[in-house]
């Protein structure tokens, strides 16, 4: 018996707000799970494909979320190519018959991302500035040349993270076109 299995991708830059979100959102969404991007691929020394490695983890953990019930899947990381996110997709495809798969891009002014990257900074134990400015604007200067929808539907996350949360499940109520 098959069910409908709802994956939300967060996709976005170093300090946009993508975990602060998936676990907003998966504290809304009875049945979730959020897979938290960051620390599925802290592998050292990294895998020599980073990007197969994650989307296989990702689909073993999936499988057996569905194994034991779960059915949403908050996905948040940083994809740098159209053709990564159809490799999740087509991934996740084969474990189950009726996906709904949403690609969310989040954005933000770059002055308002710089400011919560300091933010975050500030509460974390080992320093990592220069890492991180390197990081956000190599991923800033990706995602800005997104044509479209190509890297998610564009979603600006200037606003509270509750506020935010009830706007994107409005948006996925919506009969797709």
Known sequence: MSREVLVILLNGSLGVGKSTLGEVIGEAIEGSVILDGDWLVACNPPPADETAYFH?????????HLANGYSRF???H???APAEIADLRNRLARLTRDLRFHCFLLTLPMEENVRRIGVR????AIDEAEFENGRFLEEAAV??????????????VSDPPN???????????RPES
């Open 56 to 64: 296989e983890t990702l689909a073993l953990l999936v499988r057996r």
């Open 121 to 124: 900074r500030a509460a974390r």
């Open 143 to 156: 995602l800005s040349r997104a044509k479209g929808a190509e890297l998610g539907v564009p979603f600006d």
């Open 78 to 80: 940083y994809w740098s």
């Open 74 to 76: 908050i996905i948040n």
């Open 163 to 173: 506020l935010l949360c009830r706007r994107l499940l409005a948006m996925l109520e």
